[in-house]
């Protein structure tokens, strides 16, 4: 590859130059790599796709794990749109019964605080008991009937 550097003059303003970067490639194959290279530099890079295999464009700024390709066994709906909605389906399904009554007591009093029922400092106290009484259930020194009165009342 050879790079050289050009004057040249803007195509809508007389007597304003630019400094532009002519490069000469001896194969298509180098080309394609330094451009490959130059979109990763400006934070382009090749991503495979959570959902379907198939790899796609990751641009700058966003951190996405879906593309925007029609998702297998869908007509209409992309795996960006189907991805995420199943991620969800999937993590909810593998909750363990101490995770259930967590997350039923974090909306609870969430929804209290939200009401102003109680006040954020209460909310805050709240919720770092019910993690403790979750950790403590999944070190075996709680039962899950045991947890879920411990949680009731909070």
């Keep these: 590859m050879q790079v050289d550097f050009v004057p040249?003059?803007?195509p809508n303003e007389e007597g304003r130059f630019f400094i532009a970067e002519k490069a000469t490639f001896n194969s298509l194959?180098?080309?394609l790599r330094t451009e490959f290279y130059r979109g990763l530099a400006r934070g382009n890079?090749?991503?495979c796709c959570h959902n379907c295999g198939r790899y796609f464009l990751?641009?700058?700024g966003y951190d996405t794990c879906?593309?925007?390709n029609i998702a297998p066994g869908e007509t209409m709906r992309t795996c960006r749109k189907v991805g995420a909605h199943r991620k969800e389906m999937r993590e909810k399904a593998n909750r363990t019964p101490a995770r259930v009554e967590y997350d039923r007591t974090y909306n609870r009093l969430k929804v209290r605080k939200q009401r102003k029922k109680i006040s954020m400092d209460e909310w805050n106290a709240a919720v770092a008991k019910?993690?403790?009484?979750?950790?403590?259930?999944?070190?075996?020194?709680?039962?899950?009937?045991?947890?879920?009165?411990?949680?009731?009342?909070?």
Excluded: H, I, W
């Excluded at 019910?130 to 909070?154: H, P």
């Design 8 to 10: 040249m003059m803007y």
């Design 29 to 31: 194959t180098d080309f």
């Design 45 to 47: 890079a090749p991503r």
């Design 58 to 60: 990751l641009t700058k």
């Design 66 to 68: 879906y593309c925007n």
């Design 130 to 154: 019910a993690q403790e009484l979750v950790a403590q259930s999944g070190r075996g020194e709680l039962t899950d009937e045991e947890l879920k009165q411990k949680l009731e009342g909070l």
